[in-house]
């Protein structure tokens, strides 16, 4: 049986999952039908794109600790944590800038 520690390391490899998978659906659906694409989205290109592989990596972290979590130190553990927090936070808060500076096509 699992227990609550090594659970949350499942939650947060399902959530990464997640997030890259939904931020790649964004990523994907960028553009209007002609090709057009806008100040926001041509800076959102290769930033999506970093962050859908930051993801993905720590996706792939949370797992192993997942898997060794009596043999890795918890300090490692607890770092690991902040600085998917970190990254997944200022990713959003970066996004949300540059939505609110750059053109995104609103027209009018």
């Not at 960028?30 to 926001?40: K, N, T, V």
């Not at 970093?50 to 990596?57: E, S, Y």
């Not at 060794?68 to 490692?76: E, F, L």
């Amino acid at each position: 049986m699992i227990n609550l520690k090594k659970f949350r390391f499942l939650f947060l490899s399902l959530f990464s999952t997640l997030i890259a998978l939904m931020t790649y659906y964004e990523y994907e659906m960028m553009g209007f039908p002609d090709g057009y694409l806008s100040e926001l989205e041509l800076t959102q290109e290769n930033y999506f794109l970093i962050f859908i592989g930051l993801n993905i990596i720590f996706s792939i972290l949370f797992f192993y600790t997942l898997i060794k979590y009596n043999s890795i130190k918890k300090r490692r553990i607890n770092l690991l944590v902040f600085l998917f927090f970190v990254i997944f936070i200022s990713f959003y808060a970066i996004n949300y800038y540059l939505a609110t500076l750059l053109n995104h096509g609103q027209g009018g």
